[in-house]
T-cell receptor
Framework: QKEVEQNSGPLSVPEGAIASLNCTYSDRVSQSFFWYRQYSGKSPELIMSIYSNGDKEDGRFTAQLNKASQYVSLLIRDSQPSDSATYLCAVRYIGSARQLTFGSGTQLTVLP | EADIYQTPRYLVIGTGKKITLECSQTMGHDKMYWYQQDPGMELHLIHYSYGVNSTEKGDLSSESTVSRIRTEHFPLTLESARPSHTSQYLC???????????????FGEGSWLTVV
């Protein structure tokens, strides 16, 4: 079982809809959680980080963390075609020498 | 915004050639990383460094080697390139932050290597 699991997709939503991306992680002591966006052929760029249970909002993006259920999600409101990309979930485990453990990513397509 | 630079961005070389991918960051970050990613596939950590003269192998076995003689510089070398080494190589860095806030990894733009 992978330490960080994401549905590979593709996930398709119409323009203007809410896109919901989910990520589950293994039962280890985790510290912080990150969402990266990666356009095709480009390097990952950080969208949001979240450290505490609950919601964190930044513009059209909301990250949700539930440590009891071991999941973190990313909501994208008013989705735009420019949001079409692969979204990577990453978890920092306490004591991990590798800093961040990445999921395999979810491919999102926003249809105009 | 991160200041991390990779060269070359694109390279096509013949089998058996030696290649060094350069990576430099101007943020004074202690930690640096090399990831390998094939198109549409997962990121795989192949090397990381926690500081000068500190290097470790990552999760994915790689025939490449790295060095960390200066904080800002973390080159990756392939002594004898093979077609199986064709991939995108991403350099990244992060700073050490104490406490629960964690630290963020910033990526360079990547180096696309094709071995023919």
């Amino acid at each position: 079982q992978k330490e960080v699991e994401q549905n590979s997709g593709p996930l398709s939503v119409p323009e203007g809809a809410i896109a919901s991306l989910n990520c589950t992680y293994s039962d280890r002591v985790s510290q912080s959680f990150f969402w990266y966006r990666q356009y095709s052929g480009k390097s990952p760029e950080l969208i949001m980080s979240i450290y505490s249970n609950g919601d964190k909002e930044d513009g059209r993006f909301t990250a949700q963390l539930n440590k009891a259920s071991q999941y973190v999600s990313l909501l994208i409101r008013d989705s735009q075609p420019s949001d079409s990309a692969t979204y990577l979930c990453a978890v920092r485990y306490i004591g991990s020498a590798r800093q961040l453990t990445f999921g395999s990513g979810t491919q999102l397509t926003v249809l105009p | 915004e991160a200041d991390i630079y990779q060269t070359p961005r694109y390279l096509v070389i013949g089998t058996g050639k030696k290649i060094t991918l350069e990576c430099s960051q101007t943020m004074g970050h202690d930690k640096m990383y090399w990831y390998q990613q094939d198109p549409g596939m997962e990121l795989h950590l192949i090397h990381y460094s926690y500081g000068v003269n500190s290097t470790e192998k990552g999760d994915l076995s790689s025939e490449s080697t790295v060095s960390r003689i200066r904080t800002e510089h973390f080159p990756l070398t392939l002594e004898s390139a093979r077609p199986s080494h064709t991939s995108q190589y991403l350099c990244a860095s992060s700073e050490s932050v104490a406490g629960s806030s964690g630290n963020t990894i910033y990526f360079g733009e990547g180096s696309w290597l094709t071995v023919v």
